[in-house]
Every structure is written in structure tokens, then in C-alpha cells.
């Protein structure tokens, strides 16, 4: 039988505590004037503060196991994406301990694997991918897919979190960040959300976010717009055929322009998790399409896009048919 | 006939070719170059006189006026700023007082039979379709430059009866050769798209770019002011037919750049062509949120790009019976400019 993988299942992990774009900016983790992120469609983020990586990773996969009563043993593999070693373990104001024990033997300690131990997962073959940043979560689903495909694997937990670095504030290029984890379930014949394409352009020239800040800024829109168009074309259809797209949190403004020059004119933005999350570097576009489902906004056979860009630099987009 | 020529802005990119077409004309007595500062000339035929146009008189000595008062039979008004980024008072200050200046001046040189005012085709500002040559009326302007050159033409206009109107339409190399020996705005921005720095184009399907060789704008310059004198005639020195379409101007652009292996490497994007309102929110969104350098970059090219979105064709059959010629195709020279531009320096590619 031709494998059709699928997302199965998607569960996500916040933080408790929240804080708006006020409390942020006055307690100095913006760099950007709130008036202006407020405008740009941001309002709460999710900040983690007695969690870890690891913490949320787990609440995130454990939820999705239960949630849809999937025996843990039926896993043929585990993608983990996100904070590494040391880091995982850490709370946000033990980071900087955690980043120095990357530098002695506690560097040897694995999140995945021990994820794999807790949740009970015991004939899942564990891969961690790196160097994706936000796209992290999108290049685990990639490589679910292809592995469903070319080992006939049933099902492929992939799993990212991550938090935002403890001294770099609260805002990426303008956007608002929160911490969060997010776990997707890939299985070989999924009954919805069928992955019908995927496509990611990495270009190494913007290797340096920080140092290569403004190129990123002026290159981020046309490469964006051709992964778009690609990834529809690749998926067979129209882009008049595309129903929703799964955006990754960045600034509504953004996105605005983004639709604009990607000519998706039937397309509805699934944005109602911008203001009240902000931008994830785990996997924003899942926790949309997890939300988008519960609540009714996609429906079966609709023609979903999820696009997002990483640091690095990456722009993925990936097709789904709901 | 004997001519005796009186040339503003005669050391400028045009000026200076203008003047040299000026002398290849056996019925060319002299030329009086209006320069700023002292300067040297090749032929014993051009005599500088100091002035500036944005001083009352073109602040020209009271005996040299005389003289020219007395010579002067055809007037070539060269003399302009031609960034696209001032304000309208700055663009006013030289380009429309500037005129207004030379026009009191020349009102009192009784034996000029010829007023050649140097204009530019974006006059047209906003309008689109086929612009005719004796066009007048624009639907509002991209920038200050635009607006202040069709304010002078009108006065121009109304102040003689002898005017002729040269519209050039922007110049980007010297010749056909695709060699540049000045940098304005056009080159400017393609270095920000050489560079990475530029992400979008305002067009239309229509799309295309209107440029020219200094060398046709000189010599239709020239032409316009040495032919027998048509009343009213105005006359569009531009590619007309021969401009490029904006997707072939790209093709040919970006692979001048991908000639250069560390540029390739880059993978630097072509700008995406999008629709007026698109660029104009992006260009909102760089002002609220882009780093200064993408701000510098973003608003150095809107005070000109937008030009693209009013798609145009000059219409130039008076200037090509004038010169018994069409302009150069764009296709002609423009990858040998870009190459010029960007080819000619891997040292900027670090950059």
C-alpha cells in the first residue's frame, strides 16, 4: 500500500505565567516601542519560570499520548528538536548553569532519550535534529514523512521546545516571543491531514542572525513568497485552492504583506494565536492547526499551509490536506 | 546663420556633451558654459562665464551679461538637480526658480531665437499609457524632482515664444558601451538589490524601464536647439519603444550579478514584483520596525521606484525624426551597465 503520512495528532505546552507587551517592555525585554508591537498584532507572550525545556517537552508529547490514547510502545521513532543537553534540564534562571555544564560531563545527558524513557516509548528509534531554530518542529515532520516513506515506519513522534535565550529579552526582529513545546504526531497513513508536500530553502550566507540582521529583514520576503508558491505547486493545487495557512507567529503586518505577494487569494490567515501567544521557536504553525482543528476552523478536506522561517537561515513550508 | 550658444549646467553629465555637440556644428560660433566655479574647456570656443542659477541674475557680472545680452542667439538650460530624494522646496529652489532666474535673464537678450529647456519625461508623474511628446498634464508626481521640472515647464512656456523642450528620460551610462562616469539613484539601488538590502519592486504586468545613454540625450539636446524651430515642440528623448520589460530587466540584472561566483554563493532573492499598496505598507512597516540601514535603503528607492507601478511609454517620434534615429534599445547597453556597475568592483561584493 502507497504510504500517505499524515499529522495524527498535536499537542502543545505554554508556560503558566504570562506577561503583556506593556509588562514586558517595562521590565527592558523589548527593544522595540510596545505601541508599535501592539499595532504589529502582539499582546501576551508565555514565559517559562519554575519549567524547563524538558519539563514542557514532556507535558507537550504526554498530552498528545493520552489525548488520543496512543500506546506509547506503537512508536517507531522519536524526532526531537530544541534546547540541547545541559539546557534542556535547566530553568530559565539556572540557564546560564546549564550552558556551563555543556562544558563538563553533564554534556553526556539527553533529553530525547530520556523523553523516550519517560514516556515509555521503547521501540522508538530517537533522533535529535539542531541548527533549524524555529523551524525546527517542520524539519522533524520532513523527516517523519520521509522515513514513514522510506523505512515504512507507522509512526513518528516528533517533538521540539525550546525557550527563548534567558539574556536576549523578549523580541525576535520585532516579534514577540514566548517559550513553549510542541509535539506532532507523523503516522504513514494518517486519516487527515495528509502531507502533500514540503519544502525548505536554507540559505548559509545568513548564518549569523545577529550580524546579518538587516540582509535577513529585506531577503525574508521574496524567499518567503517563492517557498510559498513552490510548496503549493509542489502539493498539486492552485493558489487559489488554498483554504487556510498556519502562519508562524511573527508580527499580523507582516503577514499582511506576506499574503499579499504570495497571492493566496481564497486563503484565510489562522492568526488568533499572535496576540494571545506571540512567536514560539517550537512550533507556532502546529499549535495553530492543533487549535484551528478543536475549534471548528479547518475542516476536513481543507487545504492548509503552514509556512515559517528560522534563524540560520531556513524558510519551510509544508502542505497539508486536513 | 552664425550661432552663439548660452549653456547652464555646461559642466554636468548632459551639459558637458552638450556643448560638445554644440561645436560639431559648423554654424556654431561659441558657447557661453554658465560654470560655478573656473574651468577649462577643450575647445577655445567655449567661454566660461561664473554664475549660479540660484542667484538673481544667475549671479553673472554686469559686463559679461552685457556681452551676453548682446550674442547670445539660442539658449540651452541644462542646469538642474536631478536627486530624486530632495524636497520640493530644495527641487523648487534650482530647478523651477532656477528657470524662472534664467527666463528674467534671457528676457532682456533680444537677439535669442531659441530657448531649450532641458525637462525630464517623468513630468508625466503618475500617468500611464502612451505619453505623447505634447503631453502637459500629469496626475501627480513620484517625487519633488518630477514636479518641480514640470513646474518649469510651465513657466518656460508662458515666458516665450520661442521654446523648445528636451525630455530626457533617465540617463544611466554614457553610451551604448554601458560605461558609467556618474552615480546617480538608478545605480544606487542596484546596489541594494547587489547587496541584499532591497526585497520588492511596485509593478504592474505592464511594467517596464524607460532609460537612456547620456550620448542620445546630448545629441537630441543639441538637435533640439541647432534644427529649424518648430513652434511648440517637445521632444521625448527616451527608449520609448525600446524600454525593457521590468521581468527581462530583471533576468538580465540578476545574471550580470550571478557572473560573480561569491555573489552566486550568496543566494541572495530577487525582489518580488508586487502592486503599489503592498510596497507601500512594506515600506510602513521598515519605517516603524527596520534597522536604520534598511530604513536608509527602503526610502532611498521610494523616492523613485514607485515610478514602476504607473506603467508608461514615452512616445518619441519627434525626437526620432529630429535625430533620424531611435534611441538605443535598453536591452542594448543595460547588462553591460549592471556589469559595470557591480562586475567592475569585487572589492564591494564584500561589502
Known amino acids: 500500500m502507497t504510504a500517505a503520512p499524515g499529522i495524527a495528532a498535536v499537542s502543545y505546552a505554554v508556560p503558566a505565567r504570562s506577561s503583556s507587551v506593556r509588562e514586558l517592555a517595562a521590565a527592558g525585554s523589548l527593544e522595540s516601542d510596545p505601541g508599535m508591537l501592539e499595532r504589529f498584532g502582539f499582546d501576551r507572550v508565555r514565559i517559562a519560570v519554575d519549567e524547563t525545556p524538558y519539563d514542557l517537552a514532556r507535558t507537550a508529547a504526554e498530552s498528545l499520548l493520552r489525548e488520543h490514547d496512543i500506546d506509547p510502545r506503537s512508536i517507531d521513532a522519536l524526532l526531537y528538536g530544541g534546547a540541547p543537553g545541559s539546557i534542556a534540564f535547566s ?218 522561517y528560522g534563524y540560520g537561515a531556513h524558510w519551510t513550508g509544508l502542505a497539508l490536506e486536513a | 546663420m552664425r550661432i552663439t550658444c548660452f549653456v547652464t549646467g555646461a559642466t554636468g553629465l548632459l551639459g558637458a556633451r552638450v556643448v560638445r555637440r554644440l561645436l560639431e556644428d559648423p554654424d556654431v560660433r561659441a558657447v557661453y558654459a554658465l560654470v560655478r566655479a573656473p574651468a577649462v574647456f577643450d575647445s577655445p570656443a567655449v567661454v566660461p562665464v561664473l554664475g549660479d542659477v540660484g542667484a538673481e541674475g544667475l549671479g553673472i557680472a554686469p559686463a559679461v551679461r552685457a556681452r551676453l545680452a548682446r550674442e547670445v542667439t539660442t539658449v540651452v538650460h541644462c542646469a538642474a538637480t536631478t536627486s530624486f530624494s530632495q524636497t520640493l522646496d530644495e527641487a523648487r529652489a534650482t530647478n523651477t526658480e532656477g528657470t524662472r532666474r534664467l527666463l528674467d535673464l534671457a528676457a532682456g537678450w533680444h537677439g535669442v531665437t531659441r530657448f531649450v529647456f532641458v525637462s525630464t519625461a517623468f513630468v508625466a508623474g503618475a500617468r500611464t499609457g502612451v505619453v505623447p511628446e505634447r503631453a502637459v498634464a500629469a496626475d501627480g508626481w513620484i517625487n ?20 523648445t523642450i528636451a525630455r530626457p528620460s533617465t540617463v544611466v551610462c554614457d553610451d551604448a558601451s554601458g560605461r558609467i562616469s556618474q552615480v546617480n539613484a538608478v545605480h544606487r539601488a542596484l546596489r541594494l538589490y547587489f ?115 504607473y506603467p508608461k511609454r514615452f512616445e518619441t517620434t519627434g525626437a526620432d525624426t529630429l535625430l533620424g534615429a531611435t534611441a538605443p534599445a535598453v536591452a542594448s547597453f543595460w547588462g553591460s551597465m549592471v556589469h559595470a556597475l557591480v562586475g567592475a568592483h569585487p572589492a564591494r561584493e564584500a561589502a
Open chain 1, 91 to 308: 530553568r530559565p534562571r539556572d540557564a546560564l548553569a546549564g550552558a556551563r555544564a555543556l562544558c563538563d560531563e553533564r554534556r553526556f545527558q539527553y533529553p530525547a532519550t530520556r523523553l523516550q524513557f519517560d514516556l515509555g516509548l521503547e521501540r522508538a528509534s530517537v533522533l535529535g535534529l539542531d541548527q533549524l531554530a524555529c523551524t525546527a518542529i517542520l524539519g522533524a515532520v520532513r523527516l517523519a514523512r520521509a522515513l514513514c516513506i522510506a523505512e515504512g515506519l507507522e509512526r513518528v513522534l516528533c517533538v521540539s521546545s525550546e525557550f527563548y535565550p534567558s539574556d536576549a529579552g523578549r523580541e525576535a526582529i520585532t516579534n514577540c516571543t514566548s517559550d513553549a513545546a510542541c509535539a506532532v504526531l507523523v503516522e504513514r497513513n494518517a486519516a487527515r491531514n495528509r502531507i502533500t508536500a514540503g519544502v525548505t530553502v536554507t540559505k548559509g550566507y545568513y548564518w549569523s542572525a545577529s550580524a546579518m540582521r538587516d540582509e535577513v529583514m529585506a531577503s525574508y520576503f521574496p524567499t518567503a513568497a517563492h517557498v510559498i508558491r513552490r510548496t503549493v505547486a509542489e502539493a498539486g493545487w492552485t493558489a487559489e485552492q488554498v483554504d487556510w495557512v498556519m502562519p508562524h507567529n511573527v508580527s499580523a503586518t507582516s503577514w499582511e504583506i506576506l499574503f499579499r505577494l504570495a497571492a493566496l487569494p481564497n486563503a484565510r490567515l489562522y492568526g488568533d494565536n499572535i496576540p494571545r501567544i506571540g512567536h514560539t521557536l517550537a512550533g507556532d504553525n502546529f499549535i495553530n492547526l492543533r487549535d484551528a482543528l478543536d475549534g471548528g476552523a479547518v475542516r476536513p478536506g481543507d487545504k492548509v499551509l503552514l509556512f515559517a
Open chain 2, 144 to 163: 519633488a524632482y518630477e514636479r518641480s521640472k514640470a513646474e518649469a515647464e510651465v513657466l518656460v512656456r508662458a515666458a516665450r515664444g520661442d521654446w
Open chain 2, 195 to 309: 547587496g541584499g538590502l532591497a526585497a520588492m519592486l511596485p509593478a504592474t504586468a505592464d511594467s517596464a524601464l524607460d532609460v537612456v545613454t547620456a550620448d542620445h540625450a546630448a545629441r537630441g539636446i543639441a538637435r533640439a536647439a541647432l534644427a529649424p524651430y518648430v513652434e511648440g515642440e517637445t521632444f521625448h528623448l527616451c527608449a520609448g519603444r525600446g524600454a525593457m520589460p521590468l521581468e527581462e530587466l530583471l533576468d538580465v540584472s540578476y545574471d550580470a550579478f550571478q557572473r560573480s561566483p561569491a555573489w552566486r554563493q550568496k543566494g541572495i532573492a530577487r525582489p518580488v514584483l508586487t502592486d503599489l499598496a503592498t510596497y507601500r505598507l512594506f515600506e510602513s512597516a521598515i519605517d516603524d520596525a527596520g534597522s536604520v540601514r534598511v530604513r536608509q535603503a527602503v526610502r532611498s528607492l521610494g523616492h523613485f521606484v514607485p515610478q514602476l507601478a
